[in-house]
């Protein structure tokens, strides 16, 4: 990625993947439609990486990104978590649970497989731009590593194994341990950070974040906004309303409420992520918006319903500053039902570390991405 790229003219496309352990096959699944969506659309087969011009992610839309930037196609990606998933899932001896549930070698190994040892974030072989949402434990703030070379720790960061920042990413406190890294500061002397899963910020949903790093010019890019200027398309790892039986949660331990609380964060955020950009994004004619899916699930139970967000929409129509689009599911027996997937337990694909769902997590994920990947509807901008 070089600075010519950055500058540029013509409409810019992003996009922005959630955190979800192993419910990564679900926008993996959507990633395989819409590349061969866009192959058939305009004639020539080409990975997701020559598609657009910003990609991010969090967690396992971490992995997710890297890959795509990479160059990957999207069925090799959506094969990381068919071939690995059991593996990085498959628990830790007793002692070691205490502090995790699941060693980290199985996940960087494959990590390392996939992405390379030794390709740098800073690499030319990143074939577009990537941010990967990490949070700094041992500086108590959120860290957004990017290969944008005019953002302000570029230099710092460039050399950084890209494999390296993944795990970062994907370290979800009480699954796996945290992850140092060696940053470098601008003399160059390096210190040692413990880094955490990004999912445990406001940022398990980066499309915001995207939104920013794309156009306010401080983060050194500061493309131009407006609907047909800029197209964001987020994906999720799906969503539920996170229900405590009546009289159970009493008997909550410590490790039942860190597990509760890093999910709840995630539903929070997403919704949080998502409204916002439901209000200043233009969704194409003809697509559905998840808000009303929100609503009726009680995930947002004391949000308006999508119609009254939308007349708030309709105001602010003359400045929609970008066109948006979100793709997810609530997993609840009703959406299940509806995605002809009556045989799957929602209650058990809720889990991120389900390594025993997998095939069906893959199923929701096909039925999703039927459902609700029209690339047609982004025709011009491709």
Not at 40 to 69: H, M, N, V, Y
Not at 136 to 161: C, E, I, M, V
Not at 282 to 289: E, I, N, V
Not at 342 to 358: F, H, L, N, T, Y
Request: glycine fraction near 10%; charge should be neutral; aromatic fraction near 8%.
């Amino acid at each position: 990625m070089t600075a010519d790229a950055i500058s540029t003219s013509g409409p810019r496309r992003l996009l922005a993947i959630d955190g979800g352990g192993l419910a990564g096959l679900i926008p993996a699944e959507c990633l395989i439609a819409m590349e061969t969506q866009l192959d058939q659309l305009t004639g020539t087969q080409k990975p997701l990486s020559e598609r657009f011009d910003l990609i991010g992610g969090t967690s396992t839309g971490a992995i997710l990104a890297a890959g795509l930037a990479l160059g990957l196609r999207a069925s090799q990606l959506r094969d990381f978590y068919l071939q690995y998933g059991r593996e990085i899932f498959s628990k830790s001896l007793l002692p070691v649970r205490w502090w995790h549930k699941y060693p980290s070698k199985p996940l960087e190994r494959h990590l390392r497989d996939v992405l390379g040892e030794s390709t740098a974030l800073g690499s030319s072989t990143l074939k577009t731009m990537v941010v990967i949402v990490t949070k700094n434990a041992t500086l108590g703030n959120d860290w957004f590593f990017t290969n944008n070379p005019r953002s302000k720790f570029f230099k710092n960061n460039a050399g950084l194994p890209l494999w390296q920042v993944v795990r970062a990413s994907s370290a979800a406190p009480t699954y796996f341990p945290p992850h140092t890294i060696a940053i470098p500061d601008d003399s160059g002397k390096k210190q040692s950070h413990e880094f955490i899963d990004g999912g445990v910020s406001s940022y398990n949903n980066p499309a915001l974040q995207l939104f920013l790093e794309a156009t306010v010019p401080q983060y050194g890019i500061g493309w131009p906004m407006g609907a047909d200027k800029l197209m964001l398309i987020s994906m999720g790892t799906g969503f539920n309303s996170m229900m405590i039986e009546a009289g159970k949660a009493s008997g909550y331990c410590v490790l039942d409420w860190a597990q509760y609380l890093i999910k709840e964060m995630m539903n929070e955020a997403n919704l949080q992520q998502n409204i916002l950009m439901h209000l200043i994004g233009q969704r194409p004619a003809g697509l559905q918006s998840p808000t009303k899916e929100l609503v009726a699930t009680g995930a947002a139970s004391g949000l308006p319903d999508e119609s009254a967000l939308d007349v708030l929409g309709a105001e602010l129509a003359a400045q929609k500053l970008v066109t948006y689009q979100r793709i997810t599911v609530g997993l609840t027996r009703g959406r299940l039902n509806q995605l002809g997937l009556p045989d799957i337990d929602p209650v058990k694909v809720r889990e991120m570390d389900a390594a025993d769902q997998i095939p069906n997590m893959q199923r929701i994920g096909v039925a999703v991405a039927k459902e609700q990947v029209k690339m047609e509807a982004f025709r011009r901008f491709f």
